[in-house]
């Protein structure tokens, strides 16, 4: 049985290609997604050292109808493992599209049999599924119905006027606020405030479908828009799961709704999550500006915006490695207290930390799933990439803790071997006088 359990999270590497379902038939979608890292611009200079699919976060949109045969090739450019697990398919897919290492590719084909708005997320398999979702690699996948229309579009025989897409989604400065659940940012469509900055116009009268996914990874969302009653809402966007008259969706991580409502009235319409102090103050929150001659745009895609990166950012957010001093606060220790770094979310915490010299300080690994290898395991060591002395541990299992004195004052700069994004910096210092005299 563990064995078996195993083999669900770990993507074993097949060769060539998995075809699952029936023959492709004409009806046949194809899409590329593109592993790779990327710093992103998430607000006004404030980049976010990401993982993506295609460069974005959210990446890209994909559509297909129910019925369609749908191949995905994953192609993987970056320098580590990266893998696939997508939601719409209903069947074992990690055979083939887990586990895909540095330079190569993966196709997958499947029959889209369930209507509904799923999400895509990078799964190499094990540990590696939860830290690369943390890190960006998430997207949207809608399959439109074939056999059952939604009410709205079937009592007014037209299709909608405006269809919008929102992946609702969370940023993280470090693996330990991951773990803890404590988001720096809580987004629509990869930008703080996105639709407040540009507000999304409709025409009092529009019929407006939306297509609204909460991939989390940790947080519930309930989305809502002020002074708007949602006419009709399906779980899962499937048109068979409806509900009539909603003041707001509630969605966990990966739960997703269609929701269809037509604009009452002129002026503007907040959408937000109405978590307002864990979430909307974050950066969830949108417009939807109506009046009679706004533009007709039919659609607003879920894809992240590509931002020309600034000269000078104001802040940096590197979830596994350092970045601004203002989030990855260094943390001075003084003689004689006892010094532990923790490897928490493919993280260590603290990413820089200052210690008198002869301090033994310990790295403890807090990582639970420490099976498998490689990018899918969560074990950890210690490898200085410079320093004034030698530091390297051996790999350590979760709980696991290695020590070292620090015998020398300079500034170390470490990874972990096998997650070489995970970076921090040690610094050792000799005490002054007031330090020494310490009670």
Known sequence: MRRLALLALVGVVAAGVLFLGPPAAAQTKKFELVATRKTLVVDEGVVWRAFTFNGRVPGPLLVVEEGDEVEITVRNVDTITHGLSIHAANTQTSLVVGNIPAGQSRTLRFRADFPG????????????????????????????????????????????????????HEVYASGKDFSDGRALYVMFNGYNFRYVNQPIPARPGDYVRFYYLNVGPNLVGSFHAVGAVWEYAYAGGNPSNVTRGLQTTIAAPTDSWVIEWRVPAEGPFLLVTHAFGTQAMKGAVGVLSANKDAPRVG???????NLPLPARPKRVVDPFGVGSSDLDVPVRTRPGDAVFVRMVGNSYWPKVLEVPLGTRVTWVNEDVFDL???????????????????LASPLLKHADRFTFQASRTGEYEYICAIHPYMRARLRVYRPGAQELARP
């Open 372 to 390: 498998l290898e490689g990018e899918r395991t969560g074990m950890h060591n210690v490898t200085a990439l410079r320093g004034p002395t030698r």
């Open 117 to 168: 708005v799923y999400m895509y997320h990078c799964a190499p398999g094990g540990h590696g599924i939860l830290a690369h979702t943390m890190g960006g690699m998430f997207g949207m996948v809608v399959v439109e119905p074939k056999r059952t229309k939604y009410r709205l579009e079937e009592e007014l025989g037209r299709a909608p006027d405006l269809r919008v897409y929102v992946v609702q």
């Open 299 to 305: 659609a607003v895609r879920p894809e992240g915006p």
